[in-house]
């Protein structure tokens, strides 16, 4: 366990996040901001998780184009070329509307999270990507964010991000957002 190093992370969260908006991302931060697990319907609830499927392991361009052309004749399952990812979707289409009910009757996050993770294809990780797109409060401890978190000293990414959020009032699923975006486009957030 590290302990927590004399750095502070806010003032290159806030360059960070000037940097991602002058970048034109302003529409994808609103929209983290503002989707909510009570406006989710089923049928979010199965889109968000082909979205997560498919960027599992890809880069976010790349992932981009694969869900444009399944969105393309939807479902194009032909468009997922990962045998075991197209049958994990395949899975969860024939059953997306039971998985959303149960995952409606849990009355926390966390638990929410942590049913996620029965679903086909989602992991202890994409479990946090697919939370945070349905409107739960969380960050996804991916390999961005890890490295930031460590950088700074804090053990955890969830931390991290709460920590900024507290500090900026912006949801942890925003912090976690704008951080991973700079990453995404810079390669570091060393380089802020």
Known sequence: MSEKLDLTPLPHYLRAKEYVLA?????EIEWQKNVKFENMTAGDLFLEYCWVVIS?????QVARLINERFHDGFPNWKAIGHLGK?????E???????????????????ARVNYLETLPWIGGITKYHLAKNLGMDVAKPDRHLIRVAAW?????????CIHLSQATGDRISVVDLIIW?????K???KTI
């Open 23 to 27: 970048q034109g991302y302003a529409e």
């Open 56 to 60: 599992s392991g890809m880069k976010n």
């Open 86 to 90: 197209r049958k994990g979707m395949q």
């Open 92 to 110: 969860l289409w024939r059953t997306f509307p039971t998985h959303f009910d149960k995952l409606k009757q849990l009355t926390s996050d966390e």
């Open 152 to 160: 700074y000293g804090y053990n955890d990414v969830q931390d991290l």
């Open 181 to 185: 975006r700079y990453c995404n486009l």
């Open 187 to 189: 390669g570091s957030f």
